[in-house]
């Protein structure tokens, strides 16, 4: 029996700065996870993926991370996604120095 596909983003990382992005539904790369397209098809989350890796001179490393709709946005389901939206891990630089 297949899994029931649960909601997603696309995101990835800027090619430039490092910082983890994520691909909205009028095609923009945005840093806040809240402005994200959140995905509930499959098929769609597949199409969106493979718009986001051919946009390699942009974003790298782009891929479906697991979301859940929160009242201002999709937010992270999981440890890992809910840290790259703090930005680096390190205080001295990014989001995390103005925080």
Request: avoid cysteine.
């Given at each position: ?7 997603k ?7 430039i700065?490092?910082?983890a ?14 402005e994200?397209e ?6 769609h989350?597949q ?28 937010e ?12 680096p ?11």
């Amino acid at each position: 029996m297949s899994r029931q596909f649960t909601p997603k983003v696309v995101t990835a990382n800027a090619l430039i700065e490092g910082d983890a992005i994520w691909l909205t539904e009028d095609d923009r790369w945005t840093r806040d996870i809240r402005e994200a397209e959140l995905i509930e098809d499959e098929a769609h989350g597949q199409l969106r993926l493979l718009h986001a890796l051919s946009q390699d001179s942009v974003a790298v490393g782009a891929y479906l991370a697991d979301a859940k709709p929160g009242e201002r946005g999709p937010e992270p389901v999981h440890f890992r996604e809910a840290f790259r939206t703090r930005g680096p891990s390190n205080y001295a630089h990014g989001k995390q120095e103005v925080a």
